[in-house]
């Protein structure tokens, strides 16, 4: 009897020993190795520049003339007076009282927001911003024609802005509009601007 008890002794005891081993012992037994890998990342340099499409160039009557005028309907009107007239001579002013310069009307017009501009450029050097005028002559509706003469950015530079907030300018724009047309009111087309930015 005490026999049969140590052999079921120890056969549970090697049973519980096994089942022991079991839980205590990984289920996979793993062998691991690590190594530290460097990670490059480029990015491409991008410039992006975004304009109106038109300009409307609208001349005042205070391009025209230092004269007071009134708005009156479609137009706007001025009026002056000096001078005495008697049957034999006249005190009447003819001199013109528009900014002809004698025969032209020269005027330049500063036109605010114009152009967008967004870089991510890694030279440290700014945007730079060129206006030149393109195709020059204005004709109006009924062929009197004007002419764009000259323009620039305002401003013309800035520090590089990045890809979120842009650089934003407008232009300066110079138009001459021969004496003899100042009187043809109305719209006058055909014109263009280009406007080049740069990463310097």
């Not at 927001?113 to 060129?130: C, L």
């Not at 724009?173 to 719209?187: E, K, T, W």
């Amino acid at each position: 009897m005490k026999t049969r008890f140590l052999v079921v002794f120890a056969a549970t005891s090697a049973f519980v020993s096994i089942l022991n081993n079991l839980i205590c012992a990984p289920a996979n037994a793993q062998v691991a190795a690590t190594n530290n890998v460097a990670v490059t990342l480029t990015v491409p340099e991008v410039l992006y520049l975004r304009t109106v499409s038109q300009i409307d160039l609208d001349l005042t009557t205070a391009d025209l003339s230092a004269q007071t005028f009134t708005a009156n309907g479609s137009g706007s009107y001025g009026s002056d007076k000096s001078g005495t007239a008697n049957s034999t001579t006249s005190g009447l002013n003819t001199t013109s009282p528009f900014n002809t310069n004698g025969t032209d009307l020269t005027v330049t017009k500063t036109i605010p927001q114009v152009f967008a501009v967004w870089s991510n450029s890694p030279r440290g050097q700014g945007i730079s911003v060129s206006v030149a005028p393109g195709t020059t002559t204005l004709t109006g509706a009924s062929g009197a024609t004007a002419s764009l003469t000259g323009g620039s950015a305002n401003p013309n530079s800035a520090s590089v802005p990045g890809l979120v907030t842009p650089f934003v300018g407008g232009v300066n724009l110079s138009v001459d509009v021969p004496g003899n047309g100042i009187a043809q009111a109305g719209s006058y087309t055909g014109a263009d601007i280009n406007i080049t930015a740069t990463a310097n």
